[in-house]
């Protein structure tokens, strides 16, 4: 009220008050609690469990060890990750929520021993455009045989993608499971965010080196046999040995 009273606000009340108004808006709007990136966030994490009375059992201890116990948890398949996906510490997730994972799972029994790996590298394609790669591994080898299998795993995808590597991570954990009992061990990329982003947000172009062309694709032929003559009822065959080869 005292900034309205002055000689310089009173001639221009209007301007005054719409860069205020704004201010507040812009203020209100970073300050809002709750708010997040529109990047898709996630982590790596390892578990153990080698005490499970079975291989499910084992399973889901393996789940509440990695923090998705109390998690609605959807395992997805393939590569590629997110658009503008980015590393973060991992934190506490709420009870219920709908979370993405790619996951490598690998079981045991009685004293042997398996391993379980993921990887992600951030990339960039030869159009200039930033991604992000993921790939598991599940193994009965020991812990460095394993890692070394992982990283070749994920150096392949991003060769077959033409895909030059920025930055990378890798997770691996190996367990030996208790006598007469079954262990799992697990690696896990955990995405909380991503189902809520949308696909429009999480996904880039299509990029014309991995698609085949239209003049290219390979045309489907049917070949078909010869149709039988048609016969009435109580008719009789004119030829008794026909041949309906092709």
């Not at 949308?198 to 239209?214: A, C, D, F, Y």
């Amino acid at each position: 009220m005292r900034i309205l009273e002055s000689p310089l606000c009173i001639s221009q009340p209007c301007s005054a008050i719409t860069i205020s108004f704004k201010n507040l808006l812009r203020l209100v709007v970073h300050m809002k609690p709750g708010r997040v990136s529109r990047g898709s966030q996630g982590w790596l994490m390892t578990a153990v469990a080698p005490w499970g009375e079975n291989a499910e059992d084992a399973y889901d201890q393996g789940l509440v060890e990695l923090g998705l116990g109390d998690t609605r948890l959807i395992e997805v398949k393939g590569a590629m990750l997110p658009l503008n996906f980015e590393a973060t510490p991992p934190r506490p997730l709420p009870m219920g929520s709908l979370v993405e994972c790619h996951m490598a799972t690998a079981y045991s029994y009685n004293g042997s021993s398996a391993c379980a790996g993921v990887a992600w590298a951030s990339c960039v394609t030869p159009e200039g455009d930033e991604c992000a790669v993921v790939a598991t591994i599940s193994t009965e080898m020991d812990y460095e045989e394993t890692t070394l299998l992982l990283r070749r795993n994920l150096q392949r995808r991003l060769a077959s993608r033409d895909l030059e590597v920025i930055t990378f991570d890798v997770a691996v954990d190996e367990v030996t499971a208790g006598a007469e009992h079954h262990g799992v061990a697990m690696a896990a990329l955990i995405l909380p965010n991503s189902l809520s982003l949308g696909g429009r947000k999480s996904s880039g172009p299509i990029r014309g080196g991995l698609t085949v062309p239209e003049d290219k694709k390979q045309k489907r032929v049917d070949v078909k046999a010869p149709a039988a003559p048609a016969l009435r009822p109580g008719s009789k065959r004119s030829e008794p040995n026909s041949d309906f080869s092709l």
